[in-house]
């Protein structure tokens, strides 16, 4: 593994991801290591701009349109990932494995149609971890109940953040040495300290 590799920090709402990246991206400027910070739909001009229409209450996308723009925003953002690939740390707020567990698990579109158009965008660009953090329904419900203001995707079902966090745990399965599961309903910070002993290990 790169000693610059491509961290991504997946989950669902309110699982504690934006909090840890936040501490990780203390800990590299401490030590004054070259790291980029992205996150999805988001961390380039253009995919900003995507993530506020997707965003948008007042949006009401169809699933696949939903999908596609997503993968829009991603798409803005590869060659910024393969400048810095290899040079830097590159942490990512929610990456591919989002796109299946909210767009094929949560909501059914073809999984080999959202495989296709991500495997042409990232052709040689290999996540080397993911940190996989996972919530029960009362501590989601709760921290979502605190957030100033509330996303589109911040409003779905219980049934639906179900479905895609069971959809997170089979792509964890799938290769588990590259994933580890955080479990949010821990203090925090038992979970950072288990997050930033795995990243000087990966770094």
């Given at each position: 593994?790169?000693?610059?590799?491509?961290?991504?920090?997946?989950g669902?709402?309110?699982?504690?991801?934006?909090?840890?990246?936040?501490?990780i991206?203390?800990?590299l400027?401490?030590?004054?290591?070259?790291?980029?910070?992205?996150?999805?739909?988001?961390?380039?001009?253009?995919?900003?701009?995507?993530?506020?229409?997707?965003?948008?209450?007042?949006?009401?996308?169809?699933?696949?349109?939903?999908?596609?723009?997503?993968?829009?925003?991603?798409?803005?953002?590869?060659?910024?990932?393969k400048?810095?690939?290899?040079?830097?740390?590159?942490?990512?707020d929610?990456?591919?494995d989002?796109?299946?567990?909210?767009?094929?698990?949560?909501?059914?579109?073809?999984?080999?149609f959202?495989?296709?158009?991500?495997?042409?965008?990232?052709?040689?660009?290999?996540?080397?971890?993911?940190?996989?953090?996972?919530?029960?329904?009362?501590?989601?419900?709760?921290?979502?109940?605190?957030?100033?203001?509330?996303?589109?995707?911040?409003?779905?079902?219980?049934?639906?953040?179900?479905?895609?966090?069971?959809?997170?745990?089979?792509?964890?399965k799938i290769?588990?040495?590259?994933?580890?599961?955080?479990?949010?309903?821990?203090?925090?910070?038992?979970?950072?300290?288990?997050?930033?002993?795995?990243?000087?290990?990966?770094?």
């Open positions: 593994m790169s000693k610059k590799p491509i961290i991504v920090f997946e669902v709402e309110g699982t504690g991801k934006s909090h840890h990246i936040k501490k991206v203390n800990y400027k401490i030590k004054k290591i070259k790291f980029i910070q992205i996150r999805e739909p988001g961390g380039s001009i253009n995919s900003e701009k995507i993530r506020k229409l997707i965003l948008n209450n007042k949006s009401t996308f169809n699933k696949e349109t939903d999908l596609l723009l997503y993968l829009s925003a991603r798409s803005e953002n590869i060659e910024m990932i400048k810095n690939a290899g040079k830097k740390i590159i942490l990512i929610r990456f591919s989002s796109t299946i567990a909210y767009q094929h698990y949560g909501m059914g579109v073809d999984l080999k959202i495989q296709n158009i991500n495997n042409h965008l990232l052709k040689d660009i290999k996540i080397d971890f993911t940190f996989l953090n996972t919530v029960n329904q009362s501590n989601m419900e709760k921290r979502l109940s605190k957030r100033r203001k509330l996303n589109r995707y911040d409003k779905f079902d219980s049934k639906f953040y179900n479905k895609v966090q069971n959809g997170f745990l089979k792509l964890l290769n588990p040495r590259k994933y580890i599961k955080i479990n949010s309903n821990l203090d925090l910070d038992v979970n950072e300290n288990i997050i930033l002993r795995k990243i000087k290990d990966l770094i």
